[in-house]
């Protein structure tokens, strides 16, 4: 028997050729995309390498670090079961629990990222997608996901104050709040751009909260323990509500679910207090369950139609913008921006928060944190690895069109194809309009940030496969609406724990906080958390460089400096805890998470190029203020003071979190060299180990060993 609660088998010829053959076909994909120069290579070869890695990674890595390293106990009662509130605290099916958690680490990371990511090339990003979550995003979150379930769930900010000390821990505290407020101001301002004038997306969106309550009920009270049922019912009517949604938009309704920018933030605003304050069994959950079946069901759809298409790479394995650093999507060399645009594909801090915010305090049984948090974490690295796909299989000249800003390309087909020829590329302003024209939008020209080219990309795929050319336009809009799905449970799901980490941070002061149900402290902390992400958001939709634009150029930093929270936090409960040999499971990504991030925060803050360091391009625009000149993105004098403002808050707030995340390195390395001079004096703030009523299977299919265990408890296998 393993001590994860799994029995261990032996080994079988079947078994062998199967797992032979993963490995060969992983091997295949990776031989092809690494050696190739100067042919096209088929994407099929890139879906190859990601599924045979992560399905090795899976079976083995996360194996081996749940049995040996953390050593799940199935039989010790996760606080899901102690604390049993039906607020924040309730038990919840694994395959529900994979959806919600999946859901909410899903943001706008792998699918924007990824695309940007991909001026430098489609190999630098496949490999950091792929070795990224392997060894360190995944196992990011898997770790932390499994110390805050024996802590009652604390947050990542709260454990590094309880487990790493005062000075350390209260770094910690303000990094990860500030940092969490930047996050869901950024993914709030996406929905909005993507859902804006968009009828179809509105409504189709809209829908899935009253599924949502109807599913939360049918399982709570109706018929509890019934999840096929229940999938069944959500999964009909969200694509009902797909379908309807292009009827709307159709219709004479469309002008009741066209909203303005102003509109959606309010409803966004009010949205994120509801989800924050109900039951977590009611609303979100369910929503987050229920999302997952488009999420996986598109992603799983994009990759068959690869397969089945077999689209080559357009895009050069290596770009010259890989060395120069001075490509027109962002500025910068390879390393340190490439790792930091990805964000998270591969890892990122962003996910802590939620392994030690919702999941850990509704998670069944410890044996299903491997699923759930490695699993989730793999789930999505196959998200980035298609978003770089369909990235990559448009003409390059069209990439760099729709990603280059207008101030480099100019506002007309003919400028624009001028400046790509300047790029190295070739596209013809009848192309370009023969583009725009496929997907029924006026332009395509610098229709940055990713998502266009991202739902170009998979339009292409699917119409192939479905409907043919003119369907094109359907699955481009299809898309758009997809992203902003795909981000919006991140952006419900984040505030909650943005309230969690709220209460945590309160409760030090007066302790009522820290019981996250309290509902004084509930209802206050909600507020004040939508209240601050709201506040940024709904300046950024009023002023094109203000508000929630201004912290925009910090996102990708931010995200990584948090990851670097979190690995310091995991790696020293590693070592506390009486598993200094193991350390490096974590100790290696946080070092390497923490070079890259560091390098690039400093370059941010003292880079001489005014594309990369904040402070030369306030410099710079500060210049062009006294000698009366207007530089882009800027259209008049208010807008350069409005970019040297941006600059220094942005240098600024750079150099803060970087001083914080040191802070906090340090701090850990001072507890952990304590702790081996003096084991005895270690104090953890794990619970006390109290024995588990509850049964249930570890892996969405029960083992046989689970099944008899189920029937002994009078149930059957779910």
């Known amino acids: 028997m393993s001590p994860a609660g799994r029995p261990r088998t032996a080994a079988n010829p079947r078994k062998i050729a199967l797992w032979t053959a993963v490995t060969l076909a992983g091997a295949a994909g990776w031989t092809l995309l690494a050696l190739s120069r100067g042919e096209e290579v088929s994407a099929a070869w890139m879906v190859a390498a990601a599924l045979g890695s992560y399905a090795i990674a899976y079976r083995f890595y996360a194996r081996f670090i749940a049995t040996r390293v953390l050593k799940f106990d199935k039989t010790r009662a996760t606080p899901a079961e102690r604390l049993n509130d039906g607020v924040d605290f309730h038990p919840t099916d694994r395959r529900v629990l994979l959806g919600h958690h999946f859901a909410a680490i899903a943001g706008a990371g792998p699918l924007v990222g990824p695309v940007l990511a991909a001026q430098m090339g489609y190999l630098p990003g496949t490999i950091w997608i792929i070795v990224g979550v392997v060894f360190a995003g995944a196992v990011q979150d898997m770790v932390v996901l499994f110390f805050s ?40 301002l996406i929905i909005v751009n993507a859902l804006a004038q968009s009828p179809w997306g ?14 939360g009920f049918y399982l709570r009270v109706l018929r509890p323990g019934r999840v096929t049922e229940v999938s069944l019912i959500g999964v009909a009517l969200l694509l009902l509500a797909l379908v309807a949604g292009r009827w709307v938009a159709d219709s004479s309704w469309a002008d009741t679910f066209t909203l303005e920018p102003k509109t959606l933030v309010v409803w966004l605003v009010a949205y994120g207090f509801i989800a924050s304050v109900l039951p977590v069994w009611t609303l979100l959950a369910p929503r987050d369950y229920l999302s997952t079946f488009m999420k996986i069901g598109t992603i799983g759809l994009l990759a068959v139609g690869v397969l089945v298409t077999l689209p080559n790479l357009k895009m050069d394995a290596v770009t010259p913008f890989a060395g120069r650093g001075d490509g027109p999507v962002f500025a910068g060399s390879l390393f340190p921006f490439v790792f930091i645009t990805i964000a998270c594909g591969a890892l990122s801090g962003f996910h802590a928060l939620i392994s030690s915010g919702t999941t850990p305090k509704m ?18 690295s196959f998200v980035a690895v298609m978003a770089l796909v369909a990235a990559s299989i448009i003409d390059p000249g069209l990439y760099f069109t729709m990603n280059a800003p207008a101030g480099v390309i100019g506002d007309t087909v003919q400028s624009a194809s001028q400046a790509v020829a300047h790029f190295g590329y070739s596209i013809s302003p009848d192309q370009l309009a023969a583009a725009a024209k496929a997907v029924e939008e006026h332009t395509l020209l610098s229709r940055t940030g990713g998502a266009p080219t991202l739902a170009v990309g998979v339009a292409d795929i699917f119409s192939q496969v479905f409907g043919g050319a003119g369907m094109k336009a359907f699955w481009y ?6 992203e902003a799905l795909f981000i919006l449970t991140a952006l419900d799901a984040g505030t909650r724990v943005g309230r969690f980490m709220l209460q945590d941070m309160l409760g030090n002061v007066y302790k009522p906080f820290r019981t996250v149900s309290w509902k004084p402290g509930l209802v206050l902390c909600s507020a004040a958390v939508v209240a601050l992400w709201g506040y940024f958001l ?30 310091t936090v995991c790696t020293t409960l590693l070592i506390k805890s009486g598993r200094l040999k193991w350390a490096w499971i974590t100790g290696i990504p946080l070092v390497w998470d923490a070079v890259v991030t560091l390098t690039a925060s400093w370059q941010k803050v003292f880079s001489g190029d005014p594309k990369v360091g904040f402070f030369t391009q306030r410099s710079a625009y500060q210049d062009a203020i006294d000698a009366g000149k207007v530089l882009p993105p800027a ?33 850990a390395a001072r507890v952990c060299v304590r702790h081996l001079r003096d084991p005895a004096a270690t104090r ?13 299977p570890a892996g969405l299919v029960a083992s046989e060993e689970e099944k008899a265990e189920l029937a002994a408890a009078g149930r059957s296998a779910p």
């Open 477 to 482: 809009h299809f898309a758009i609406m997809f």
């Open 363 to 380: 998670v069944q049984k410890e044996t299903q944190i491997r699923m759930i948090g490695y699993g989730s974490m793999l789930m999505e």
């Open 149 to 188: 379930t024996r802590r009652d769930g604390r947050s990542l900010g709260q454990m590094a104050r309880e487990e790493i000390g005062v000075a350390g821990g209260a770094a910690a505290l303000l990094a990860a709040f500030a940092i969490m407020i930047i996050l869901l101001g950024v993914l709030a």
């Open 202 to 215: 509105t409504f189709s969106i809209g829908m899935t909260i009253p599924i949502a309550l109807l599913m």
């Open 635 to 667: 259209k008049n004098m208010s807008d350069m003071h409005t970019v040297v403002t941006n600059s220094t808050v942005d240098g600024v707030l750079s150099a803060v979190l970087a001083l914080l995340i040191v802070v906090v390195i340090a701090d």
């Open 538 to 567: 709904w300046v950024g939709v009023h002023e094109p460089l203000g508000g929630i634009n201004q912290l925009f150029p910090v996102f990708g930093i931010a995200n990584q400096l948090l990851a670097a929270v979190a690995l």
């Open 684 to 696: 953890l703030s794990e619970a006390p180990y109290t024995r588990s009523a509850i049964v249930a």
